[in-house]
């Protein structure tokens, strides 16, 4: 089992900053993949960005250029670093860690934590 606590989350202002963090536990040595997805009120749960063991990146186009996904793989933990914030990135951000077994890719959520961003 793997256990991921988010936290970072809180209101900011358009234009501005948050960095979210979240750290695994656990079985969280056989961590493939971590990311972020978030989920705004009335809308499907989107990929925001995710990162491999190897450091490869993939972010969604409306994020490129202006979050930053990292990972500390000592730590077992991922951070989110998101700047130029804008109304339509509020939503809940959840912590997604996806660890390989014999039946395919395991996925493994944290609880989500809350971003506002105020126009």
């Known amino acids: 089992q793997v256990q991921l606590v988010e936290s970072g989350g809180g209101l900011v202002q358009a234009g501005g900053s948050l960095r979210l963090s979240c750290a695994a536990s656990?079985?969280?040595?056989?961590?493939?993949?971590m990311g972020w997805y978030r989920q705004a009120p009335g809308k499907q749960r989107e990929l925001v960005a995710d990162?491999?063991?190897?450091?490869?990146?993939n972010y969604a186009d409306s994020v490129k250029g202006r979050f930053t996904i990292s990972r500390d793989n000592a730590k077992n933990t991922v951070y989110l670093q998101m700047n130029s914030l804008k109304p339509e990135d509020a939503a809940s951000y959840y912590c997604?860690?996806?660890?390989?077994?014999?039946?395919?890719?395991?996925?493994?959520w944290g609880q989500g934590t809350q971003v506002t961003v105020s126009s």
């Open positions: 997604n860690a996806r660890r390989p077994t014999a039946w395919g890719m395991r996925h493994y």
């Open positions: 656990g079985s969280a040595a056989s961590i493939d993949i």
């Open positions: 990162i491999t063991s190897g450091g490869s990146t």
